[in-house]
């Protein structure tokens, strides 16, 4: 009988976006080089942000820099040359100074689960100091989330 | 008055694709590291062989294989982190065992031109010896290019 | 009174290799895009295995095949253009088919940490199921890391 | 009788520096990423300008900017995961705004040529406007390469 695992709960994603490999990604292993998942992070982090209008022009996100403190991933199977993937994206919470992206990366065709991690940031001001996250970017973020409720 | 320029004739395109400039593909010079670009022409190659039907799972071209033997770009004008570029593609020619394509990035808002270029690619047989470019493959192309006209 | 500070104990690094940050590693924003650190490490386990002549030709380690499984890293400092990079690099533990890479990355000038992680690697067989970790790998890294002492 | 091929002349290099080839530089086709190669230029630009003192902390060349207007390689042969490679770099010509590299990479123990090519540089201002390039950067680079000879 197959019946969906109910014991693991999982985070709920409410965004996501995809890209497909491009061979300059893939290694001479024949699959995806490890580092390059974080630029498919990086590509669903912005994505996410734009969805939301918190990205402007040339600016990561538009009212504040940031910083990359901790990147992680569990690679959990390989991808390959044009797979396209989709990358789950999530605010998983906002601390005072930092905020840390969940992110999942699927085989879009397959649903199988190619990676699962997370990029925690700082904001920081123009002498690179942490500051605050401003209130603004905290609110558009837990109602797209649902925070609230 | 405005006139459009008639005096250089320019290659028609009548294929192309598109990336967004992803924060990795920019240096500290603000712009896009110029041998990324062909990353993106990788892209614009792709995406015209996937249209067409010549591509196959994780294989570049599916019915036989080919080296890239020279790569050429004019780099007229930068582009910066979260641009939306469009890739114009075209095969130029097919010779015996090497075939060319050419390529024209615009940013797609201004309609600038950013670069132009184009790859030469040899097919290779199994051993990596050249040989010759499969008729089938020449017909596509041909066709879609409408060079018998 | 300057004294060392002794109330963390930090892992020992028996080896250590050097990068000269290049254009493409840098970012719009001036600094190392955090992905590309994963690269730096990978720099560092090539250059520890073939230290202790580990590696072969075009494989990366000479008598199995491995994939990353895990990869951290904690950023704690900013890298430049040209800056040259320290990396340290050691064996953290092998266990029954994994093994787990420990990186400390600094900056050479002036000593100070710019990125601290580690990388998990699973042996694989020719059908990339999971094998044990052989026994003369083991040994040589035991005996390099003195695990026996 | 095996003599020295002497109807083709080859620019003489004065300067070389090498690269090891890195996992990702490495694609699903088991070569390096034809793309790629710009960067051991860069690589080779960088050390040959650091060389002659004309380099600055995080500057590609102390007293102005430049960028790249074009870029060009003929790939001659395949580089695989860990080869070591030789960068021959030379200036091959200083015009009043713009100036040329040529590059020839060499498999270093076979000393096969992987690729030859060049590199295009206009000076520019902090408008990114083009300038005349510096005459004390000229006089070096003439001095280098004993074009006075």
């Not at 199977?77 to 969940?102: C, N, Q, W, Y």
């Not at 879009?108 to 990676?115: F, G, L, M, P």
Request: net charge negative; glycine share 6%; hydrophobic share 40%.
């Amino acid at each position: 009988m197959a019946t969906p695992n109910t014991s693991t709960p999982e985070p709920t994603y409410h965004f996501n976006t995809e890209v497909r490999v491009r061979l300059p990604e893939t290694d001479a292993m024949g699959i995806v080089f490890h580092g390059n998942y974080f630029t498919f992070l990086d590509v669903g982090r912005v994505d996410y942000l734009m969805n939301l209008g918190l990205t402007e022009n040339n600016r990561p996100i538009r009212d504040f820099d940031n910083v990359v403190v901790a990147g992680h991933l569990d690679f959990r199977a390989p991808a390959r040359l044009h797979d396209l993937l989709a990358i789950d994206v999530r605010m998983r919470e906002i601390g005072g100074a930092s905020f840390t992206f969940e992110f999942r990366i699927r085989d879009k065709r397959s649903n199988v689960v190619v990676a699962e991690g997370y990029t925690t940031h700082c904001a920081v001001d123009a002498e690179f100091q942490p500051m605050r996250v401003p209130e603004a970017f905290r609110e558009v973020i837990a109602k797209f989330e649902r925070w609230d409720q």
